[in-house]
Every structure is written in C-alpha cells, then in structure tokens.
C-alpha cells in the first residue's frame, strides 16, 4: 500500500468513525494529538504524551490555580503540627477508581512512594520525608525530618504523583505500569485502543467533582463530554486537512507554521493556553564521550543562535522570544540572564576547541530526529548543520518521536542502539523552579534520559528548597544558573508559545500548562 493511499483511508476513517462510535446526541470530543502513546506510567517517561494521558484519567492530591497557587483536588482537609513536621491529610469521600473500588489512603501512599522514586519532584520531596503511613481508609500522614515551606506546592505541581491502585503504583519501581486505571473524570476504553491511531476515553459516570469553578488545574473536574478520542495523525498536512474539514474538533499542537491558516478560518479559534510557554531544549548524554566531559557539553552553548532555531520552529515573531538564557523559564519568577552569556553569539571555533578539550576525536554522534514532530524536526535539522560547522562527525538517526521516546531510555553506546543527542521541550510552572524543572535534575541515575551527574549542583538546589525567604532563595538561584551554566544539564534553544486549535462549536477551553479536556463542551 503506497503512503498516499494510507493517508486517503486514514482520511475515510475519519470521516466514517462518528457514524459508528456515537450515537444520536452523543458528545464526541476527536482531538489530534502530537504522538502515539507507547508508554502508559506516568512515573516511567516524561513525555507529552504520557504527561497529559495521565491527567486524562488519574486524578492528584493538590493541583495549581491560574495563580500557581497549590489548591486541594482528591484532598478534603490538612492539618499541620505546631512544629511543622506533621502533616495530615483526610481524602473528600465519594472518589472510586475506574474498576469501582474505593479510592484509599493506602493507594495515596502507594502512589507516593513510588513517585518518590521514580520521578525528579518527588526525589527531591522524598529527602525530606521522614514517614508516609495510612492512619486509617480516609487519612495518611506525611512526618518530615525537617520543616519544609513547599509540601503543598510539590503535591500541587504538575510534576506531582498521579494516585492509581496501589497493585498498580506497589509494583517495584523498575517495572512499568501497564494498567491504565484512575479515579479521573475520564476513563481508557482499553478494548478501544489502537496503537499507533486512536486511544479512547469515556465520561467517567462515577467521578464527584469538586464544586468550586474550575481554574486552570485546580477547582472541579466537570466531564462534559461523553466521549474523547484520540487521533494520531503523523503525517501534518493530513491532520489540517481534517481539523478544517471539520472531521475532527480539536488540534492540540498544530505545527507553528499553520497558525495563520487556522486563524484565517472562521469556523476555527487559535487559542495560547500556556502563559509561560515553552521551552525547547538540546539534551547531551553523559554516560558517554564526548558530552561525559562538561567541557564538550559547553561546546554545545557556542553553537546555538536561538533566534536562527526560533525561526526554524516557529517562524512567527508573535510566537516566540528573540531570546532566553534563563533555565527556568523567562517571564517567571526565577527569570534570571546570569551565565547565559555563551548563548548569545555562536562561535563555532570556540565549540570546536571546546569539542577537542572535552576529547572528541571525530567519532560519529547520533542525533536523533523525529519524523512525526515538525517543531523538533526543524530544530534537529538546524543542529546537524550548526554540529557539522564546528566539524562534528553526525551520525542522524531518524525516526517518529515515539520511537526515538523510546530510544532515547536506553543507556547503550551510542553506536549499540544509544544516542548521544536529542531535541525535546518542556513548558509551564514546573519549569520555571528547580526541583519541578525535570531536565534539569542533575542527580546522576536519577535524572532523566541523558543522566546530568553534578552533585555540587544539587545541593545547591537542596539550599534552595531548604531557604523559607523568597529574597533569599532568589540570589540562591542565581547561584544555581550559574553552576548550571558550567555543568551543562541541557542546553536552551529558546522558549516560544504553542497554541491550540479548535472548533467554534467547542466550547470551556481553559487555560493550562497542558492540554486539559474536563470543562470541554461541544454543541
């Protein structure tokens, strides 16, 4: 079958699908999403992907308002001890997960724990916890070695545990998840899942939603919609086509480059939800030569023109900054230019000098590109040539971006099936501070595929998190930056804005850090 025709039955699949799947007066919500979904814990990948099915069907304890202020979800109330070390929470009643059991403290603690393993927030939240126990079906308890001003905000981040089952979250930490059930708004028809098309959801009928309004991530959950579906449509053309048809509803990230087409269409509305943005990002792997030496990490800085990667991505002035050095974000409270300094001018001699002090020699490095992802598909082939200026060996490996999200967990040589560099991004509140910014984590095999090893860096981070004045933690931050600027975690190419589309028969978008469907209604 030739890829055209692949396309054009695709396309009638699309066409034909409602008429199967949904009765008469049936609200069916289809949104093109950006990749297919392989991996289904969120404690395993910290892709998109993943990251937004799991706020599909779980639910957590704390979740941020428009404010970034942490407010409770699953949690009805909190107490704390005079000394601040205890803190207990009782769970609001009537939450049940998707298989019909009651939702416990036990599963809460479960859930907890393994967060506290597996994910870089929760690592960080964990140094400070003393004990975790269930008090009884309703009330766990948290007992810190010392007080700590951010419990509710690392309960509340968008980094933060997702509460399953605990047969689910007690499995150990090295093994996935391969359940999908949750106690969200939303629940995975499993029987409905095509890999590599279509991923379905239905109102969870049993799901008690908060009764204060929504707001961003915080406030009531409201399923208005009987049925989500998910569509993977690799190819982008395909996906406008169908988004302006009307065959689908909701375009999640449409490539930059089509924004002044859907704005153009009257039956379409563009709309930024991320205040913040996003940042895209350069990812060396240091288990491996070069980049395992910090100084051909910083060779790295001295290639990079982020208004020429801007470009590349966005293209769009309005959609992007014309520049960043602030590893937490620009625009938020941990804004700061300091050490950025390498990062506003390429100099493709002092990379090169810096390759061969760090010890390359020439061998080929494996950039990974992803076919399917238009955004990180520019940006890689804007890398190879800046690589191949500063007489960079390239070594491209191509593939769609669940691939390469795959590839790219794996600790092999380079030249065995590893890498030695990817593009990704990430965007919202959890990056503009330290301990949520999930690239940034610099805590060797704990850190994110890549695995930045700076201990020194990471005490300075535990300063910080330790520091209960804001004034104070500010100039602590940017002594971080500073430190970061030498060790080199990843490398920013600049932070630009993603809008979503949808349909003008949609209504109750709300503004997120994410992709969010609970308040969605279509007429």
């Known amino acids: 079958m030739t890829m055209g025709l692949r396309w054009l039955l695709l396309a009638l699949v699309l066409l034909l699908a409602p008429l199967a799947t949904a009765s008469a007066g049936d609200k069916t919500l289809r949104a093109v999403v950006h990749a297919d979904i392989k991996v289904l814990d969120p404690t395993w990948t910290a892709t998109y992907i993943t990251t937004r099915f799991s706020y599909v069907i779980y639910d957590t304890l704390f979740s941020y308002d428009s404010k970034f202020q942490p407010r409770p979800q699953m949690v009805e109330s909190w107490t704390t001890s005079d000394d601040k070390l205890t803190w207990t929470f009782v769970l609001r009643p009537g939450q049940t997960f998707h298989d019909g059991a009651p939702v416990t403290s036990t599963d809460v603690v479960a859930s907890l724990k393994r967060w506290m393993i597996k994910l870089g927030a929760g690592q960080a939240f964990a140094k400070f916890v003393a004990g975790l126990d269930a008090v009884d079906a309703k009330t766990f308890r948290i007992v810190l070695k010392e007080p700590f001003g951010l419990v509710l905000?690392?309960?509340?981040?968008?980094?933060?545990?997702?509460?399953?089952?605990?047969?689910?979250?007690?499995?150990?930490?090295n093994e996935q998840i391969t359940e999908a059930v949750?106690?969200?708004a939303f629940k995975m028809l499993r029987d409905q899942w095509r890999p590599g098309n279509k991923v379905v959801f239905a109102r969870n009928e049993a799901y008690v939603p908060r009764k204060e309004p929504p707001d961003m991530m915080a406030g009531g959950h409201v399923a208005k919609l009987d049925r989500l579906e998910w569509l993977y449509i690799p190819d982008a053309n395909t996906a406008l086509n169908a988004m302006?048809?009307?065959?689908?509803?909701?375009?999640?990230?449409?490539?930059?480059?089509?924004i002044r087409l859907l704005k153009d269409s009257p039956d379409i509305v563009v709309k930024n939800i991320d205040p913040l943005g996003v940042q895209i990002l350069l990812r060396p792997n240091t288990l491996y030569p070069p980049f395992d030496n910090y100084k051909a990490r910083q060779a790295l800085l001295y290639l990079i023109d982020q208004a020429e990667f801007m470009q590349a991505v966005a293209g769009d002035e309005s959609l992007y900054l014309k520049f960043c050095?602030?590893?937490?974000?620009?625009?938020?409270?941990?804004?700061?230019?300091?050490?950025?300094?390498?990062l506003r001018k390429p100099d493709y001699a002092k990379a090169k000098a810096l390759l061969a002090e760090g010890g390359y020699k020439g061998e080929p490095l494996v950039v990974l590109q992803p076919t399917d992802r238009p955004q990180y598909n520019a940006a890689t082939a804007v890398l190879i040539e800046s690589l191949r200026r500063a007489g960079v060996n390239v070594d491209v490996q191509a593939a769609d971006w669940s691939t390469i999200s795959v590839r790219r967990m794996r600790k092999d040589p380079p030249d065995k099936g590893g890498w030695n560099l990817f593009i990704t991004s990430q965007g919202g509140p959890d990056v503009s501070n330290p301990i949520s910014n999930i690239w940034f984590n610099s805590r060797c095999g704990e850190a994110n595929p890549g695995w930045p090893c700076d201990l020194d860096l990471d005490k300075m981070v535990n300063a910080w998190m330790r520091e209960p004045e804001a004034a104070k933690r500010r100039a602590l931050i940017e002594g971080i930056q500073s430190r970061a600027y030498v060790s080199v975690p990843y490398v920013s190419l600049g932070q630009y804005f993603q809008p979503i589309a949808f349909r003008k028969n949609v209504t109750g978008v709300l503004n997120a850090p994410l992709p969010i469907y609970w308040n969605i209604d279509k007429q």
């Open 325 to 342: 050095g602030a590893f937490f974000l620009c625009n938020s409270d941990n804004d700061t230019a300091v050490g950025s300094d390498p």
């Open 244 to 258: 302006m048809a009307g065959e689908v509803d909701y375009y999640e990230m449409p490539p930059l480059d089509f």
């Open 153 to 173: 905000d690392s309960l509340g981040s968008p980094a933060t545990a997702y509460i399953m089952p605990e047969r689910q979250a007690g499995k150990p930490p």
């Open 182 to 184: 949750g106690s969200g």
